[in-house]
């Protein structure tokens, strides 16, 4: 399995525009989260699905993110407008049944906003 | 908050010594897990311990859980430079959502 894959891996935009983060979990695990990373508050949940249902979307930060899920393979984080406070590290992970199961981290997206 | 909090923030070791890393959190948990992130990675697991659990080991790494304490230790023994890693604790207390902490950056020197 190619483990979980997250595009871009890097993105510049600039303030004011739309950003769309992909996520591509492992094959068979009903769970996917979203996490943002940055020195200043650590790792954020943003959202957790399953079974391509959103269960806890407390960590979205502002109605300017957005998460979908529309199938078991594929999930998307849209920020818009994009603001330079948004500059971190977008983490997807998912897991096999739960978020107290073992979670297995993509690679991440750094997004830069300036 | 569930969310546990590692100690200390950043470690220093020459290769060949043990490191140790502490995590204390605030409530009741069932299960603690501990995670790696090399630098520009994502988040990789090293150990689940349960909340019955006191001890468990997996290779070099040695994990106890004191649920009277409310804190949790990972032990890595004979330290190599590809250790060198940010180690994450991350709490689960019933809610399915594991809580991670802010990490320990580990340097060990070759």
């Known amino acids: 399995d190619a483990g979980v894959i997250q595009s871009p891996r890097h993105e510049v935009t600039e303030m004011g525009q739309e950003v769309t983060l992909r996520c591509k979990p492992i094959?068979?695990?009903?769970?996917l989260f979203w996490y943002r990373q940055t020195m200043m508050r650590g790792l954020e949940l943003l959202i957790y699905f399953n079974n391509n249902v959103p269960i806890d979307d407390s960590g979205m930060p502002e109605d300017r993110f957005s998460a979908k899920m529309p199938n078991a393979s594929f999930s998307t984080l849209k920020i818009q407008p994009s603001e330079p406070r948004d500059s971190a590290v977008y983490f997807c992970?998912?897991?096999?049944?739960?978020?107290?199961?073992?979670?297995?981290f993509g690679p991440g997206t750094r997004l830069t906003v300036l | 908050s569930q969310q546990g909090e590692e100690d200390p923030q950043a470690l220093s070791i020459q290769e060949g010594e043990n490191a140790t890393m502490n995590c204390s959190y605030k409530t009741s948990i069932n299960n603690l897990q501990w995670y790696r992130q090399n630098s520009g990675r994502g988040l990789v697991h090293l150990i689940l311990i349960r909340s019955n659990e006191r001890e468990k080991h997996s290779g070099r790494l040695r994990v106890t859980l004191d649920t009277s304490k409310k804190s949790s230790s990972l032990l890595i023994t004979a330290s190599r430079a590809a250790d060198t890693a940010s180690y994450f604790c991350a709490t689960e207390g019933g809610s399915y959502i594991p809580t991670f902490g802010r990490g320990t950056s580990l340097i060990v020197h070759p």
């Open positions: 992970a998912s897991s096999l049944t739960g978020g107290a199961d073992t979670q297995y």
């Open positions: 094959s068979g695990h009903n769970s």
